[in-house]
């Protein structure tokens, strides 16, 4: 059973920065895809980032400029490092995981989720 398991969420101010963590229970390379997925109260899950084995990343337009994200495979570990964060950005980070197909942008493409973690911008 794959496990994700998401680390590195807090409270910050805006204009703060943080960098979440994404650890895999098996090697990273068995993944075509990761991806970062955030849900604030009373809204539906939304697609932050993602990044193939290899190639260029994929940002949602609300976090391009602000976010960057990585893949370490060697320690089968992703980031999220969060700059010049909003209040907006508060929610709960989601780490997933697919091992194919062409989508990265919609929830139900991914095989394996994290527990989350909590990011709060306050103002």
């Known amino acids: 059973q794959v496990q994700l398991v998401e680390s590195g969420g807090g409270l910050v101010q805006v204009g703060g920065s943080l960098r979440l963590s994404c650890a895999a229970s098996?090697?990273?390379?068995?993944?075509?895809?990761m991806g970062w997925f955030r849900q604030a109260p009373g809204k539906e899950r939304e697609f932050v980032s993602a990044?193939?084995?290899?190639?260029?990343?994929y940002y949602a337009d609300s976090v391009k400029g602000r976010f960057t994200i990585s893949r370490d495979n060697v320690k089968n570990t992703m980031y999220l490092q969060m700059s010049s964060l909003r209040p907006e950005d508060t929610a709960v980070y989601y780490c997933?995981?697919?091992?194919?197909?062409?989508?990265?942008?919609?929830?139900?493409?991914?095989?394996?989720w994290g527990q989350g973690t909590q990011v709060t911008v306050s103002s």
């Open positions: 098996e090697s990273m390379f068995g993944f075509d895809v």
């Open positions: 997933a995981a697919k091992r194919g197909g062409s989508g990265v942008e919609q929830p139900h493409e991914y095989d394996y």
């Open positions: 990044k193939r084995r290899y190639g260029s990343p």
